[in-house]
């Protein structure tokens, strides 16, 4: 790329296969055009005018016909406000506009688009695609993405690449997803009949280590949790038989 951007490179024509020659009478998509720089959203605006490009290191024209697809997460209208952002270029641009809320404001496409990219990076790195649980997708549901599509899919390969058992648990999630999940609310079961105080104490406590270790990945991370040491929590486990 020379160090240049790939979109200044699409513009001044300073790739190597000079996409702008390869797409003639096809289409060149433009990702994250609010990082254009200033000199390069002249030479872009130019182009988009008369539809010519000159190679470097030539004289000669070209004339190119091309379908230009321009996508920001950012308010480009915001930037023209603020002078960031090329006004003419802004409304050359924006001829049919397409809106695509982010993720989290459309939860029934994230099971969907796990889904996917979870057999896709399956089949890239020639592994069985991991068993998933309900636990799972409703971890994801809740979360907010706030790195949008792009977590999502760093997610999945993450999934796919660190899994070993064939089958994802709610610890294997980033912390930051298993941070936003709401614990179920825990209660006693009903006094039964010829059941002790300790008894009942003790199946509590086995239901709380039991939740806290499904949003964990190790035994000290759920020993900071509850507030106990790291040997306590593996005498519990050891205690109540927990599966981890």
């Known amino acids: 790329m020379n160090g240049i951007s ?23 998509f433009l990702d994250e055009i609010a990082d254009l720089p200033a000199a390069s959203q002249v ?23 091309v379908r230009i ?22 409304y050359r641009l924006n001829v049919v506009p397409i809106n695509i809320p982010p ?20 089949r890239k ?22 790195g949008n599509v792009r977590e999502m899919i760093n997610i999945c390969e993450r999934l796919v690449v660190m899994s070993h058992s064939g089958e994802i648990s709610l610890k294997d999630l980033p912390g930051l997803v298993r941070e936003n999940i709401s614990p179920q609310p825990l209660t006693m079961e009903p006094w039964q009949p010829g059941q002790t105080f300790r008894q009942m104490v003790e199946a509590f406590e ?18 900071e949790k509850l507030g106990l040491n790291q040997s306590t929590i593996a005498r519990k486990i050891q205690k109540y038989r927990i599966q981890l």
């Open 43 to 65: 030479k872009l605006l130019k182009f988009l005018e008369d539809g010519v490009i000159t190679r470097v290191g030539s004289t000669l024209n070209r004339n190119v016909n």
């Open 69 to 90: 697809i321009a996508a920001t997460n950012r308010n480009l209208k915001k930037m023209v406000d603020t002078g960031q952002f090329r006004n003419d270029l802004y």
């Open 125 to 146: 790195y020639g592994k069985e695609r991991p068993g998933i649980t309900g636990e799972i997708l409703d971890a994801l549901t809740v979360y907010d993405f706030p």
């Open 103 to 122: 993720l989290r404001e459309r939860k029934e496409c994230i099971v969907p688009l796990f889904n996917h990219y979870l057999l896709e990076f399956s």
């Open 6 to 28: 790939p979109i200044s490179a699409v513009c001044i024509g300073n790739w190597k296969k000079r996409p702008c020659s390869i797409a003639d009478k096809g289409i060149i």
């Open 206 to 223: 086995k239901d709380l280590l039991t939740q806290v270790l499904q949003t964990t990945r190790t035994q000290s991370e759920a020993a």
